[in-house]
């Protein structure tokens, strides 16, 4: 692990629902330090292509996204020692709209998208210049932050993160079908781990945790015993 830099940056990335935003924010919490949900700015961009008739017969428009990202305004209002951030889309609250299964179905194309790519990996640097941050996603170790003081990648079989997916979703009131969205978990493994640009893939300096079988208070005596004496 790196001598510490002077605004300390966690990279936690890892596969789709793993837990990656609940252990960040937990950690940004317990340190005080900025969450940034960086899979959440994909979610917006595909939400826009969504209203904005920029998907045709499931496939995104990309040359129409392309064309409009500089028309994409992506802000987060709060998340400052790991309260909950709602990710404003140009100007109005999106939370809720991007982590429905019609962004989730959309969301692993439109992310491929090289484009998209250079500009949200620009945007979340930003996000760290000045400040402390711990940011979860799909390359946030291996290709956003690749000198980030601490990188975690996170595992979990795909039929327990489709049941912590499932569960999320009727907590919150929507329509969801198990197997749909087991589906969903395989079909986003495979485009995540297999696109050209920036593809899921672990660090080589990255710590392996596997939640499959963990609760987020035994995930958090875990970085502390990995990391405490980098921390102190």
């Known amino acids: 692990m790196r001598t510490r830099s002077k605004h300390l940056v966690i990279a936690v990335d890892g596969f ?3 837990g990656k935003s609940t252990f960040a924010k937990r950690i940004a919490s317990e340190l005080g330090i900025l969450y ?3 899979g959440a700015m994909y979610r917006a961009v595909t939400l826009w292509a969504i209203d904005n008739e920029s998907i045709k017969d499931g496939e995104p428009v990309s040359n ?3 064309e409009n990202l500089d028309k994409i305004n992506i802000e987060f209002r709060g998340g400052e020692n790991g309260r909950e951030a709602q990710l404003f889309l140009n100007g109005k609250d999106s939370e809720q709209k991007i982590r429905s299964m019609e962004v989730s179905s959309m969301v692993s194309p439109v992310s491929k ?4 790519r250079y500009r949200m990996v620009e945007l979340q640097r930003n996000m760290s210049e000045n400040r402390s941050v711990v940011m979860d996603g799909r390359d946030i ?6 000198d980030a003081d601490i990188k975690i990648f996170m595992t979990a079989s795909p039929e327990i993160r489709a049941e912590r ?5 009727k907590e919150k009131g929507q329509e969801a079908d198990f197997t749909e969205v087991f589906n969903n978990i395989n079909e986003r493994d495979h485009i995540d781990q297999n696109r050209e640009v920036s593809p899921l893939i672990k660090a080589d300096d990255a ?5 499959s079988h963990m609760i987020p208070d035994e995930q958090m005596e875990w970085f502390y015993e990995t990391f405490n004496d980098f921390l102190k």
């Open 141 to 146: 170790g291996s290709v956003v932050f690749p």
């Open 165 to 169: 997916r499932f569960k999320e979703l």
């Open 64 to 66: 129409r996204i392309i």
């Open 207 to 211: 710590f392996i945790l596997d939640n």
């Open 113 to 116: 998208i090289p484009e998209v």
């Open 16 to 18: 789709s629902s793993c």
């Open 36 to 38: 940034v949900d960086s």
